[in-house]
Structures are given as structure tokens and as C-alpha cells.
């Protein structure tokens, strides 16, 4: 996920794409006690996208309370 497309989601998007990231990320650590996995590098990418979602939700939040 890039970080234009993360601005253009809103506040309910960003909490139900995190929450299905999050769960992606457990279904990959299954995945790797399970059976052997074979792109490793999903785990950076999918915790990065969480990082960035939970970064814009965090400026979005303390804009807000700036502002009153």
C-alpha cells in the first residue's frame, strides 16, 4: 500500500485495513509453523503497511486536536 492511497482512506477504512492486516500477518506466522513459506519478505511488507496505516491515523488524530 502506498502512501498516497492510505490518505485517501478514511478513518473506518484505516481501522478495518489494519485489522485485516493484522490478521494476515497471523495467518503468515501459522503459515511458517505449518509449513515452509516461501516469500519471507511479506512479513516486512505487511508490517510496514500496518506501521504506515497507524502513522496516518496518528497525524490525523493529533491534527485534530490541535485544531481545537
Given at each position: 500500500m502506498k502512501p498516497h492511497e492510505v490518505?485517501?482512506?478514511g478513518?473506518?477504512?484505516?481501522d478495518i485495513e489494519v485489522a485485516s492486516l493484522r490478521r494476515h500477518?497471523?495467518?503468515?506466522?501459522?503459515?511458517t509453523v505449518t509449513e515452509?513459506?516461501?516469500n519471507t519478505a511479506r512479513f516486512g511488507k505487511v508490517k510496514r503497511d500496518i506501521a504506515r496505516l497507524l502513522?496516518?491515523?496518528r497525524a490525523r488524530h493529533t491534527v485534530?486536536?490541535?485544531?481545537?
Open positions: 490518505k485517501k482512506l478513518d473506518d477504512e484505516i500477518l497471523f495467518d503468515l506466522r501459522c503459515q515452509k513459506i516461501q502513522t496516518e491515523k485534530a486536536t490541535q485544531d481545537a
